[in-house]
T-cell receptor, first 114, second 116 residues
Framework: AQSVTQLDSHVSVSEGTPVLLRCNYSSSYSPSLFWYVQHPNKGLQLLLKYTSAATLVKGINGFEAEFKKSETSFHLTKPSAHMSDAAEYFCVVSLLFGNEKLTFGTGTRLTIIP | KAGVTQTPRYLIKTRGQQVTLSCSPISGHRSVSWYQQTPGQGLQFLFEYFSETQRNKGNFPGRFSGRQFSNSRSEMNVSTLELGDSALYLC???????????????FGPGTRLTVL
């Protein structure tokens, strides 16, 4: 079985300060891990993905995430928050070689304080 | 390339009716997945189609069904609508079947279904 746990349902940061969104995963096999972002009334957009290559993954809009197998974590970070980063963020897991669907975390709402 | 398109974008139905939602994947993509998004349950997988065959199914009642056509376009149908079916229904496409593509799924903007 596979699952992801997003440790914070809501994160608020000031514009220009670092962002940290936390995600722990559980998977019986080597997983693929993703971070998606959803802006209000929009579909989901992929930020970045990990598929067993480099453990530090760089994504779009300055986001990056580090896969830590020993901690079963895949936290999302950004050095400096921008107002346009305000959105809902989802951590997602999928089996690499299985026939499994995407399993979504419950989401973290990121608020940027001007 | 055009992205994933979903029609209609908004829909209002009453309890007991049925509804059909449509999804056109990115050109060349053969796998289409459907998800339901609600405030209470979050994002839940409905089913996945690849080459006109359902490959994966989530834990939804039989009132939820889908199909895929030879051009990879997909439809999902919900019969005997209930109030709890009110949700954002998202469609996603990917080049190969989920789990083998090692890649992301590309999502459409969704269809907002309201059941009164």
């Amino acid at each position: 079985a596979q699952s992801v746990t997003q440790l914070d349902s809501h994160v608020s940061v000031s514009e220009g300060t670092p962002v940290l969104l936390r995600c722990n995963y559980s998977s019986s096999y080597s997983p693929s891990l993703f971070w998606y972002v959803q802006h209000p009334n929009k579909g989901l957009q992929l930020l970045l993905k990990y598929t067993s290559a480099a453990t530090l993954v760089k994504g779009i809009n300055g986001f990056e995430a580090e896969f830590k197998k020993s901690e079963t974590s895949f936290h999302l970070t950004k050095p400096s928050a921008h107002m346009s980063d305000a959105a809902e963020y989802f951590c997602v897991v999928s089996l690499l070689f299985g026939n499994e669907k995407l399993t979504f975390g419950t989401g973290t709402r990121l608020t940027i304080i001007p | 390339k055009a992205g994933v398109t979903q029609t209609p974008r908004y829909l209002i139905k009453t309890r007991g009716q049925q509804v059909t939602l449509s999804c056109s994947p990115i050109s060349g993509h053969r796998s289409v997945s459907w998800y339901q998004q609600t405030p209470g349950q979050g994002l839940q997988f409905l089913f996945e189609y690849f080459s006109e065959t359902q490959r994966n199914k989530g834990n939804f009642p039989g009132r939820f069904s889908g199909r895929q056509f030879s051009n990879s376009r997909s439809e999902m149908n919900v019969s005997t609508l209930e109030l709890g079916d009110s949700a954002l229904y998202l469609c996603a496409s990917t080049l190969r079947a989920t789990g083998t593509s090692r890649g992301e799924q590309f999502f459409g903007p969704g269809t907002r279904l309201t059941v009164l």
